[in-house]
């Protein structure tokens, strides 16, 4: 089995490098379709996470009047908690709201002590949803006459004044889902184009060593004999593929900046290595297959014609 392989790698290689302009030519295009794939994942992880961060920081404040106990603020807590849209609810009492200010803004506490104000600042619940296009349900949920007795405010990042916000949060929506598209495309683009340009390679080196073939086929060689420096020639066009398409990730996305940073450093945060082995394996069935269709397209064509 072993000298099976040695000589079928041997074989491999000599074919690779009898055919080195055409090799090469395979791996660059096979690794260049895998490297704009990569490119568009990292676009779309990006624009994923940006979205994310930002739907962290679209919420809803809602003020209470000073006459709500904290047992009825507790409850409107509960209830909204209970809400499949609602991520998060935080209830920020009168004191607590007090002591965040101390911390920030130390100054307007000082004048809260100079002008004897005792503590203004109202209780609040902060309401974190899992996306802004909730906000407005969420405010007609709070526009109960059970809690208009409670609320004396309601303040949605969705306002007016907040529309640059939710324009950003939009169009990330928007960006996420036409890159994901894309990488659809991308993955059907690299099935059929990656399956026939390594087809089109192996079918010219099974042409040039057509008479070898012949010979060993009269020598008494196996089939399997046959199609194995064709499988691993197919499975090196493969590795080198995904490897050169990593190669020029790493080169060109050290290039190409986003607030300063590196889009290899946004890449890097992805995990590489479960990426990398699901693209060596994924062009590795796509080698193999393509190897098989061709040498036993030959070896059934030779074979009805003999």
Same mark, same amino acid.
């Given at each position: 089995m072993k000298n099976l392989f040695d &000589?079928?790698? !041997?074989?491999?290689?000599s074919n690779i490098w009898r055919n080195k302009l055409l090799s090469l030519a395979t791996i660059f295009v096979t690794g260049t379709i895998i490297f704009i794939f990569n490119i568009i994942l990292a676009v779309n992880f990006i624009a994923q996470d940006a979205l994310s961060n930002l739907n962290k920081k679209i919420d809803i404040t809602v003020y209470l009047k000073e006459t709500t106990t904290e047992e009825q603020a507790l409850q409107i807590t509960n209830d909204l908690k209970n809400i499949k849209?609602?991520?998060?609810?935080?209830?920020?009492?009168? &004191?607590?709201?007090?002591?965040?200010?101390?911390? #920030?803004?130390?100054?307007? #506490?000082?004048?809260?002590?100079?002008?004897?104000? $005792?503590?203004? /600042?109202?209780?609040? =619940?902060? =309401?974190? #949803?899992?996306?802004?296009?909730?906000?407005?349900?969420?405010?007609?949920?709070?526009?109960?006459? !059970?809690?208009?007795?409670?609320?004396?405010?309601?303040?949605?990042?969705?306002?007016?004044?907040?529309?640059?916000?939710?324009?950003?949060?939009?169009?990330?929506?928007?960006?996420?889902?036409? #890159?994901?598209?894309?990488?659809?495309?991308?993955?059907? =683009?690299?099935?059929? $184009? $990656?399956a026939l340009i390594i087809l089109n390679a192996l079918q010219i080196t099974i042409f040039n060593r057509k008479q070898e073939i012949s010979v060993m086929k009269l020598v008494g060689a196996s089939h399997w004999f046959i199609r194995s420096p064709f499988l691993i020639e197919s499975i090196i066009y493969g590795v080198l593929a995904v490897i050169s398409s990593f190669?020029?990730?790493?080169?060109?996305?050290? &290039?190409? !900046?986003?607030?300063?940073?590196? /889009?290899?450093?946004?890449?890097?945060?992805?995990?590489?290595?479960?990426?990398?082995?699901?693209?060596?394996?994924?062009?590795?069935?796509?080698?193999?297959?393509?190897?098989?269709?061709?040498?036993? $397209?030959?070896? &059934?064509?030779?074979?009805?014609?003999t």
């Open positions: &000589k079928s790698f !041997k074989l491999a290689l849209e609602v991520a998060q609810v935080t209830y920020t009492s009168k &004191k607590d709201a007090l002591v965040q200010i101390k911390k #920030t803004h130390p100054d307007i #506490t000082l004048a809260f002590e100079k002008y004897d104000l $005792g503590n203004p /600042l109202p209780a609040s =619940i902060n =309401i974190v #949803t899992i996306d802004p296009k909730y906000h407005q349900e969420i405010s007609k949920y709070l526009a109960q006459d !059970k809690y208009k007795l409670y609320l004396s405010n309601v303040i949605s990042t969705n306002d007016e004044s907040n529309s640059i916000i939710t324009s950003v949060s939009k169009n990330l929506v928007k960006l996420t889902d036409f #890159t994901q598209q894309i990488i659809f495309w991308v993955v059907v =683009i690299f099935i059929i $184009g $990656g190669v020029m990730l790493f080169l060109l996305s050290q &290039k190409i !900046k986003i607030d300063e940073m590196s /889009l290899w450093n946004y890449y890097d945060s992805l995990n590489f290595a479960t990426i990398f082995a699901v693209e060596i394996l994924a062009t590795l069935a796509l080698s193999i297959l393509s190897s098989l269709i061709a040498i036993n $397209g030959y070896l &059934k064509k030779d074979l009805h014609e």
